[in-house]
């Protein structure tokens, strides 16, 4: 990573972490508040940079410098040392000093409160500037700060009698106790003990977001309501110094860490008290000390809260703490909601039909004849005629069913872990309960996660114990052994090795669906219903040669413009195995998931009129299979198809309603040769929708061949794009 990456945007992440932001116009308004106090603000930039440094020297994750993991804290520091103390030559030496010690106790923090996956917020902040407050008493060479004593004076110096001017005038607005005391609590998180820096505080954390803006404000006025329900006394300057635990406290549990929901407002409502109840508990310990609390009742609060969620055994309490972080709680929840609708049953693993062709459920999820209890969860599986006939002849011998002797497949990865081969086929309408699951196959994918098919002809078998298969390799073949008095294919999913383990209701992936053969529609996960028609996807190779994204592939495209310089995307993969696709003249980044039949974007970040941005809406969803007249249905997460400013008041009511979405369809040509013709055309469109009612819609559509993909056009209300693959 080049030097001045890590520099400015760690820099400027580690202004924004404070209120777990990444948003640069908001680091534009935090830089300057805290030079209301000129000579706070700059120990408090000489702090970060220097912080900064020192993690790029010693090695330390270039990322985690970025992001202004490290530089946050001694951004704090160095802002509480500069408000305290008069700037001296000594002071600066200490700042540095403290900048180290703070760097140290944030990395060791990590360590070890983040091996049980908790940040360590600001507690590095706290322990360093407890330690420095309770030593610099005995360095006689350090003054405490006597700026702003006289105010009047201190403000003609800066500004003349114009800067008192407004001062004075800003003094006599008429402002409410518990607003005044909210900015003030505001500007105290920077050190800067003004109404004015809590406006300006205000400003930036809308900006930067609704959510977390609302929850400052419910997080305060909680605590205001619950200081005058127990009749604690509250003073406005006093109650600034620890006002801003419970804004903090608000916005890291009803929106940060936690899915923004109508639970998670909840409870920040409930916590308030209790970080009300530990501050005041604690001051008072720390009074003994003459140290005030900082931030210790939102560190102690929240760390405990995240920490408790961790022994949840169900989802009963509504709130959701696992989910890719994306530093905004309106990016979290619009890409949490998404990735749930989306993804949300794939909670094991990905598996798909164990067999070939068109087969239909015989027999579905609590069957009329064996699917019955614990044993409810399994699919019965045959082939049928266009007759609805499963037999041809007179259906005496299992040769006769259309079935038997068909292929059966491993329907994901995984290692062999138990097999029978050696039961006889039934004579048709007989069973052998003795050996009720006839020759079996049972699959390991991962720690309580099996498949299992069962009633396979006798050596037919083609694995054993141990061995490593392949989704899509061939087990064995269907025949007619155990409890089944005709030739059929049992398929179920289970928690434990045994053959004859209880059943677990997992969907499957990827499949076609219908009432019958030319009847099928696309479903990207579900349980297939008794009486459906099901196959699994017949990749086509031109659709799987275009958008097959393999680490490592170069798209390079002439653009219809004119424009003599090309773009060219690369597919890369990040040290999380992360998959994603980048420009190099934006540096714009689409992630995505690749299975064997289908890709899905997940994520764009970056320059929204690049190409990139354009393919991103465009693909979607691709399935690498062809049915004719097939279309495919999906939809963007609202931050990523609307535009910021079209989002505001949605925002604001986004944990509990969203009346605004975006719409995904891609269709494929209504014709039967699909599957021979290397050429296709698909066509789809991306709509904006408010209320359910188009408000604005994109078309685009992709023209491959068996090179891969050949053009590509997007049209807009602006412009038309033609993009054309060159090699």
């Known amino acids: 990573m080049k030097a001045p990456d890590w520099f400015w945007k760690g820099l400027l992440n580690s202004y924004t972490q404070i209120f777990f932001s990444e948003n640069k116009l908001f680091a534009a308004i935090l830089i300057p508040v805290s030079f209301i106090d000129v000579y706070a603000g700059l120990f408090g930039l000489i702090s970060v940079l220097f912080t900064n440094s020192v993690a790029f020297i010693f090695g330390l994750d270039p990322q985690k410098i970025q992001k202004g993991y490290y530089g946050f804290n001694s951004l704090l520091v160095g802002l509480g040392l500069g408000i305290q103390f008069e700037p001296v030559f000594i002071l600066l030496f200490i700042v540095l000093l403290a900048s180290i010690l703070t760097l140290f106790i944030s990395v060791t923090l990590e360590g070890v409160i983040g091996k049980y996956y908790l940040p360590h917020l600001s507690l590095p902040f706290v322990f360093a500037l407890w330690m420095l407050m309770l030593s610099t008493r005995e360095f006689d060479a350090l003054n405490l700060n006597e700026r702003w004593i006289y105010t009047l004076n201190d403000l003609y110096i800066i500004g003349g009698s114009s800067l008192v001017s407004v001062y004075e005038w800003w003094n006599q607005l008429a402002i409410p106790s518990p607003i005044k005391s909210y900015f003030l609590s505001l500007g105290a998180i920077l050190f800067q003990f003004s109404v004015f820096s809590g406006v300006l505080l205000a400003v930036g954390l809308f900006i930067y977001s609704r959510i977390a803006f609302t929850l400052s404000l419910i997080g305060f006025f909680a605590a205001w309501a619950f200081y005058g329900l127990i009749g604690a006394e509250i003073s406005e300057v006093g109650y600034s110094y620890i006002g801003f635990n419970f804004i903090l406290t608000a916005i890291a549990v009803g929106g940060f860490f936690i899915i923004p929901n109508i639970y998670s407002y909840l409870w920040a409502i409930i916590l308030v008290p209790l970080v009300a109840i530990i501050a005041i508990s604690v001051n008072t310990v720390l009074s003994v000390f003459q140290l005030p609390v900082y931030a210790l009742p939102f560190n102690i609060i929240v760390l405990v809260f995240l920490y408790v969620l961790k022994f949840r055994t169900g989802e009963q309490s509504r709130l959701f703490t696992w989910f890719v972080q ?40 609590n069957g009329a004849y064996t699917h019955k209890d614990d044993w409810s969860h399994a699919w019965d599986f045959e082939i049928e005629d266009e007759y609805g ?31 029978i081969d050696d039961v006889e086929d039934n004579v048709i309408g007989q069973k052998n309960l003795d050996e009720n699951w006839g020759n079996t196959v049972v699959i390991k994918h ?35 052994s155990g409890n089944s008095p005709y030739p059929h294919l049992h398929f179920q999913v289970q928690e434990t090795p045994y053959i004859g383990s209880k059943t677990l209701k997992h969907p499957l992936t990827n499949y076609y669906a219908g009432s019958g053969s030319s009847d099928k529609r696309l479903i990207d996960n579900g349980i297939p219903k008794e009486g459906q028609f099901v196959s699994n996807i017949q990749i086509h ?45 934006t540096g714009s980044k689409a992630y995505f998931k690749n299975e064997p039949a289908m890709l899905h974007f997940l994520y764009f970040e970056g320059d929204r009129s690049s190409l990139l941005y354009k393919f991103y809406l465009s693909a979607y969803k691709v399935s690498f299979g062809f049915e004719h007249g097939l279309v495919l249905h999906d939809s ?44 296709l055309e698909l066509h789809g469109t991306a709509k904006k929708r408010r209320f359910g009612k188009n408000i604005d819609e994109m078309s685009f559509s992709f023209r491959v061949d068996g090179d891969g993909l050949r053009e590509f056009q997007f049209t807009d209300h602006q412009e038309k794009v033609v993009a054309t693959c060159v090699k």
């Open 389 to 419: 006939k499963t037999y041809q002849g007179s259906g005496d011998y299992p040769e006769d069913y259309y079935c038997y002797n068909k292929s059966v497949i491993a329907p994901a990865d995984g290692t062999v872990e138990d097999v």
């Open 541 to 585: 190779s031109s659709l799987k040669k275009a958008f097959d994204l393999v680490p490592g592939r170069i798209f390079k495209f002439k653009m219809s413009e004119g424009n003599s310089d090309s773009v060219i995307w690369e597919v890369k993969i990040d040290s999380g195995l992360n998959r994603f696709i980048e420009c190099r003249i």
């Open 326 to 365: 994306r530093n905004s709680p309106e990016k979290n929840l619009y890409s949490f909601l998404n990735y749930r609708d989306r993804f949300y049953s794939y909670t094991r693993g990905s598996l798909k039909l164990p067999f070939f062709g068109d087969w239909k459920v015989t027999q579905g999820h």
């Open 636 to 679: 963007y997460p609202i931050h990523l198809i609307f535009n910021p400013n079209r989002t505001i008041m949605q925002d604001f009511i986004a944990p509990f309603y969203r009346y605004l979405d975006g719409v995904f369809t891609l269709t494929y040509p209504d014709h039967s040769t699909g599957l021979q013709s290397s050429e």
């Open 446 to 480: 991962s720690e309580f996660f099996y498949t299992k098919v069962s009633h396979l002809k006798k050596g037919s078998l083609k694995v054993k114990r141990g061995d490593r298969v392949r989704m899509g390799d061939i087990l064995g073949v269907c025949g007619n």
